[in-house]
């Protein structure tokens, strides 16, 4: 168990739609990361929280949206929903704003987004 | 573009023997690399890291070694067990930024 807890574990969902999915990062961690999987693509990043500040942001599309609230939580808004955007997303946290030594990123199981 | 990869998608090693699996990076200026173990239906898991100033650190049953001259990256696991079975992903970290190659499937045999 990593301490990174992500909910729902499953969601299935119909085109159009808005889902969030949620997750609490481990005990004393500032950044929480969240990541796409899908079968073709690998892990893909999307975006990167530090302590309620966006801090960076990979390929997330504009249909979807994060926040951090100041309990260190984070929310994914995915509206719109394509078939495309049926993938596994991870959330992952980590103590600091990087990956450097000593800042090693811990990831959740993940949500299992399928869109019908 | 940049990118971290990896050799083979499919590496199939017997039970006992060890594996070793291969990682391409190509931005000179990484720091940082990850490891990670990712099981069937389950996240990411943190095998073993390593920074640019050093060439090879070990853990249990792990080793990785990195030749920067090549840009190249390695994980060595001894005596192959079931449970090694996995997805395993080099990860390379570029100041705040963490990019995963694909994954290399490994397969046990018995």
């Known amino acids: 168990d990593s301490g990174v807890t992500q909910t729902p574990k499953h969601l299935i969902t119909a085109t159009g739609q808005r889902v969030t999915l949620r997750c609490s990062p481990r005990s004393g961690d500032l950044s929480v990361y969240w990541y796409q999987q899908s079968l073709d693509q690998g892990l893909q990043f999307l975006i990167q929280?530090?302590?309620?500040?966006?801090?960076a942001k990979g390929n997330i599309l504009e249909r979807f949206s994060a926040q951090q609230f100041p309990d260190l939580h984070s929310e994914l808004n995915l509206s719109s929903l394509e078939l495309g955007d049926s993938a596994l997303y991870f959330c992952?946290?980590?103590?600091?704003?990087?990956?450097?030594?000593?800042?090693?990123?811990?990831f959740g199981e993940g949500s299992w987004l399928t869109v019908v | 573009g940049e990118s971290v990869g990896l050799h083979l998608p499919t590496l199939s090693v017997q039970e006992g023997d060890n594996s070793i699996i291969n990682c391409a990076y190509s931005n000179s200026a990484s720091d940082y690399f990850i490891w990670y173990k990712q099981e069937s239906g389950k996240g990411p898991q943190f095998i073993i890291d390593i920074r640019s100033n050093m060439d090879k650190r070990q853990g249990q049953r792990v080793t990785v070694l990195l030749n920067k001259t090549v840009k190249h990256l390695s994980l060595q696991i001894a005596a192959t067990q079931p449970g090694d079975s996995a997805v395993y992903f080099c990860?390379?970290?570029?100041?705040?930024?963490?990019?995963f190659g694909k994954g290399t499937r490994l397969h046990i045999l018995p």
């Open positions: 929280y530090y302590n309620g500040e966006e801090r």
């Open positions: 990860a390379e970290i570029r100041g705040d930024k963490i990019i």
């Open positions: 992952a946290s980590s103590v600091g704003g990087g990956g450097t030594g000593g800042n090693t990123i811990y």
